[in-house]
């Protein structure tokens, strides 16, 4: 059995669902992309700057010859979940749910960078899963993971674009998969019309900067105007991969990892709200919104709260005028004010319906 195939097998082994291989050639074919993007102001701030660490492998492994690219899956049917949903909640995206998946793939890409140095001597590696600087979707793309669609996500066709990324660049030469051929988005522009903020501006236009995903992680001020828009949103957004029709049917998790647990997939609003960092630290390690910190997400759940609008929740709200951190003050304030604001407005038209 060659590498390559030993490789396959114990990925498999592990619970890998997708794996595919590529050359360590630069990505070329992304640079104008990238350049286009940059001009247009559509970055996020949580890319790598260097434009050419994003193309070219040998800046981050200067001997790198393959990189090893995973997908696990993460859609889980949320119709077989018993969860108690609180009174006010705040909803995390299905990539929050369960265990971190940086945690998950990262321990699958060591298991697989452990075998590759038994099976080769002087074997090096470098593995990352959203931290690495190549654009993790066209790596997996030129590994024949997917194809790309409107919305700029990557599609497989057992999956969908319910998947996680990881890869890792390695100074052992592997015979590469070619991107898949005839499969392409199916154009229903669904995922644009869709979207909340706009910012999937055309096919394969995305502006990162407008995106919620995006702006809930972000540490800058939300925009009034934008608040109303993230709903009940804590963490990320599933609209344009929920409307897509190519993960209509997919396969469901392999792995009970993304199930959501001790930290359900629908916050407690109130509790987050009056959490310790201890407290904060100890239900949040695991998962993946935890990563920006206490502070953002509280924020979330003050923004979360009011656009539930219940007048009765400004005693919530309260408590947080006195908080020693200044930009949560000015969330409590403005959230009081909007459910007043609300208060009054459903007063004066039960006044005037009774008349």
Same mark, same amino acid.
């Given at each position: 059995? %060659? *590498?390559k195939d030993k490789i396959i097998n114990y990925a498999k082994a592990i619970g890998v669902d997708l794996i595919g291989f590529t050359s360590a050639q630069p990505f070329e074919e992304v640079r104008q992309i990238l350049e286009d993007r940059r001009e247009a102001q559509y970055l996020t701030?949580? /890319?790598e700057e260097d434009i050419e660490?994003? &193309?070219?492998?040998?800046? @981050? *492994?200067? @001997?790198?010859?393959?990189i &090893? $690219? &995973?997908?696990q899956g993460y859609y889980i049917d949320d119709s077989q979940l018993e969860v108690e949903k609180p009174q006010y909640y705040g909803e995390l995206a299905r990539t929050a749910w369960g265990k971190d998946y940086h945690l998950v793939l990262h321990e699958k890409l060591e298991a697989i960078g452990k075998l590759l140095e038994i099976e080769v001597a002087g074997a090096e590696y470098k593995a990352f899963v959203d931290t690495g600087p190549l654009v993790d979707r066209e790596v997996a793309h030129r590994a024949g993971l997917g194809w790309y669609g409107y919305n700029s996500t990557l599609i497989n066709e057992e999956y969908g674009s319910w998947f996680f990324i990881g890869y890792m660049i390695t100074? $052992? /030469?592997i015979k590469g998969d070619m991107p898949l051929k005839n499969k392409e988005c199916l154009g229903c522009n669904l995922c644009i019309e869709h979207c909340p903020s706009g910012a999937i501006e055309a096919p394969y236009v995305f502006n990162g900067n407008r995106c919620l995903s995006c702006l809930l992680q972000k540490r800058t001020d939300i925009a009034e105007e934008d608040r109303v828009k993230l709903v009940k949103r *804590?963490?990320?957004c599933d609209v344009c991969q929920t409307i897509c029709p190519h993960n209509k049917g997919v396969r469901a998790s392999s792995t009970k990892d993304f199930v959501p647990m001790g930290t359900s997939h629908q916050v407690d609003l109130v509790k *987050?709200? %009056?959490m310790s960092n201890k407290e904060f630290k100890e239900a949040f390690k695991d998962n993946a919104s935890g990563w920006r910190g206490k502070k953002v997400l509280q924020r979330n759940a003050i923004i979360a709260l009011v656009n539930q609008g219940t007048p009765e929740a400004i005693q919530y709200l309260t408590p947080l005028l006195k908080d020693p951190r200044l930009d949560i003050r000015q969330y409590a304030e403005w959230g009081i004010e909007r459910l007043k604001e609300k208060k009054n407005t459903s007063k004066a038209n039960t006044e005037n319906n009774n008349q």
């Open positions: 059995m %060659n *590498l701030g949580f /890319e660490l994003r &193309i070219d492998p040998r800046k @981050t *492994l200067q @001997t790198a010859k393959s &090893i $690219v &995973i997908g100074n $052992v /030469e *804590l963490y990320g *987050l709200l %009056n």
